[in-house]
């Protein structure tokens, strides 16, 4: 550990709660410290001051604009403008969108990588930036309002909106779509180097401290969601796997298998033969946290742990299955849109059965680890010969995920 002068220059990207940003500011630009050649790497720097968070709440605001006669009229909507055709004079609603921003400084544990200029060896320098804060200090909760209220006109507009973000400030990282497999194991959450096999506990007890199953990495916001039975809840996890609970439907009862498409809905489901849903957990949506869809699948012949969704192979999720007493393995698939499971390969006794993880990568690959002996298998998805990539650790009670457009195996 090495202790830093007050001043630092560190930037933390995190997003908090349901639609509002927080990121930490600079601190501090006229930073300046100087390390000798050699210890560099690994480096954590305690920050003395806690670092500012930056919320940032967006809400809708509506006004009107007249249209003097008939004619076509440039306007200004949302972000970007539209073209209207009057017919006669009018008057229009124009919906825009605006954020107002709070800063106040962190009052939780947080750590961030940060990057500075060294002037001894005139390079940048890379480390980890960590705040902890006093025993006695506590939690800062900040309660961001924002109104706007309309002008009367003929026309009518949609009613006042509010846009209420309270948050206790918990800035919680998001991942960032790095090339690791990860693992949830009970409560306990994993990073995994698919190609080595090397996996690394991130933290324990996650949620209630009970079973955690149905795993997903959504590209929308670059967090993980899984399914803890024990509430029958959906849990937000973060890079250093602290956890939110997220207010949504339930997914069916006892769902072990999960993935997130890249629309951010949530396929969730108890196996190959029984209930799924798909549930919206695109950040911003007007139907966030719902279900969309749900059945009961018919069996594929085949017991399923785990599914993938691959962005480039269409709309389908891909799964490892096995029939455990005749020893056999196939690669299947599950239609998104008719909602039936097709085979796409049968190996017969491939010596792979019991997938509870499986990690899609969108040039066409599924990264499967096998419970048993641990050991972590790539699959073509065109159908093409699987093989034996790494020694992974043998595992139960689990499921995987992965940032599918990553298309780095390390
Ligand atoms: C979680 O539960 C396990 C046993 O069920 C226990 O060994 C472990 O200490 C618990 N972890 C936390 C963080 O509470
Ligand atoms: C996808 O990328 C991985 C990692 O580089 C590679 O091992 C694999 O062969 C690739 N798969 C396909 C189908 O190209």
């Known amino acids: ?57 967006p809400f809708f605001a509506t006004s009107t604009t007249a249209i003097p006669s008939a004619g076509t009229y440039t306007v200004p909507a949302g972000i970007s403008a539209t073209t209207v ?92 779509c790095d090339p690791y497999g990860y693992l949830v194991q009970y409560a306990s959450l994993y990073r995994v180097d698919l190609s080595t096999g090397t996996t690394t506990e991130i933290a324990s007890g996650l949620g209630q401290n009970t079973s955690i ?4 990495y959504n590209t929308l916001d670059n967090y993980l969601y899984a399914y803890q039975s024990s509430t029958k809840t959906i849990l937000r996890i973060s890079a250093d796997g602290t956890t939110v609970t ?3 439907d339930a997914p069916p009862a006892g769902s072990y298998v999960g993935d997130i498409d890249t629309n951010g809905h949530y396929w969730v489901g108890v196996g190959a033969a029984s209930s799924w849903a798909k549930i919206d957990l695109a950040p911003g949506s007007p139907t966030y946290g719902k279900t969309l869809a749900h059945g009961t699948a018919t069996s594929p012949g085949y017991d399923v ?11 389908y999720l891909y799964a490892v299955g096995s029939i455990a007493s005749k020893s056999e393995t196939a690669l299947l698939r599950f239609s998104m849109s008719t909602h039936k499971w097709e085979t796409v390969a049968n190996y017969g006794k491939l010596g792979v059965v019991g997938v509870g993880a499986a990690y899609g990568m969108n040039n066409g690959t599924l990264y499967a680890s096998e419970n048993g002996n641990g050991q972590i298998w790539q699959f073509p998805i065109s159908g093409g010969t699987p093989f034996m990539v790494s020694q992974g650790p043998p595992s139960g009670n689990n499921d995987g995920a992965r940032c599918v457009l990553n298309l780095l195996s390390h």
């Open 1 to 57: 550990m090495t202790k830093s002068p007050r001043t630092l220059l560190c930037a933390l990207g995190t997003v908090l709660y349901f639609g509002s940003n927080v990121a930490a500011a600079p601190l501090d630009i006229d930073l300046d410290i100087c390390l000798p050649f050699g210890i560099e790497v690994g480096l954590f720097i305690d920050l003395f001051d806690p670092p500012q968070v930056t919320e940032v709440v």
């Open 213 to 216: 199953n149905a795993m997903g």
């Open 305 to 315: 742990a785990d599914w993938v969704y691959i962005p480039n192979a269409g709309e």
């Open 85 to 176: 055709i009057a017919q006669q004079a009018t008057e229009l609603c124009v919906t825009s969108v605006t954020t107002k921003t709070t800063t106040y400084p962190c009052s939780t544990s947080t750590s961030f990588p940060t990057t500075w200029w060294d002037p001894c060896k005139s390079s940048s320098t890379s480390g980890t930036c960590q705040w902890t804060p006093p025993a006695t200090s506590t939690p800062t909760t900040v309660t961001t309002t924002v109104t706007t209220t309309l002008t009367e006109s003929a026309t009518p507009c949609p009613a006042t909106t509010t846009s209420t973000s309270t948050s206790t400030s918990t800035p919680t990282p998001t991942l960032s």
């Open 246 to 248: 997220v207010d949504t």
